[in-house]
């Protein structure tokens, strides 16, 4: 009978050793459980324990943002956080082509959306037979429901020389 009860008296020591070691804690519950009873839980060193409320367990809250990460989708425990969608495309025209006194397009680019947006103009600068030169790329950032003028340059060599006709993508799609 004394050999049964050291048994069982190391059979709850190594459980309690166990458990702590584990982290596993019989106080507090977490979960969102609330009212009395609580119950245990994983136990973490950066959790905030001192806003548990109600008699042997309670809600918990967590106040500190030391460990919660952002991803924009919501956080751990608090209000979900919209995603703004997608921003339409910008409006291109072309309004000048380049030429070898100027070396730039200059482009009209008209935000659709209602806020402000950065876009990527994309422009092709063509020889007299209608092959591509080269294509080049400019960010314009443009205020909501407004339209904005950008310049996007030929650049160095012997293309300006060769410059015949620009043909700038009709969309700009948002800058990344």
Do not use: W
């Not at 309690?16 to 804690?25: E, P, Y």
């Not at 507090?28 to 548990?52: E, F, L």
């Not at 020389?161 to 043909?167: E, H, L, N, P």
């Amino acid at each position: 009978m004394r050999q049964r009860g050291n048994i069982l008296r190391l059979t709850a020591v190594s459980a309690l050793v166990v458990l702590t070691l584990t982290g596993f804690s019989a106080g507090r519950g977490h979960g969102g459980s609330s009212g009395d009873g609580g119950g245990g839980g994983c136990s973490s060193s950066s959790q905030n324990h001192d806003s548990s409320s109600g008699s042997g367990g309670g809600s918990h809250r967590d106040h500190d943002d030391d460990d919660d990460d952002y991803d924009g989708t919501g956080g751990s425990g608090g209000d979900a956080v919209s995603t703004p969608p997608p921003l339409r495309d910008a409006v291109v025209n072309l309004l000048t082509c380049a030429s070898e006194k100027t070396g730039y397009a200059t482009v009209e680019v008209t935000n659709r959306n209602t806020v402000t947006g950065t876009f990527t103009v994309t422009v092709a600068f063509e020889d007299d037979d209608g092959t591509r030169l080269v294509a080049r790329t400019q960010d314009v950032t443009v205020l909501a429901g407004e339209t904005a003028t950008a310049r996007v340059h030929v650049g160095e060599g012997t293309y300006v020389t060769r410059v015949a006709g620009c043909d700038p993508d009709p969309y700009a799609p948002a800058a990344l």
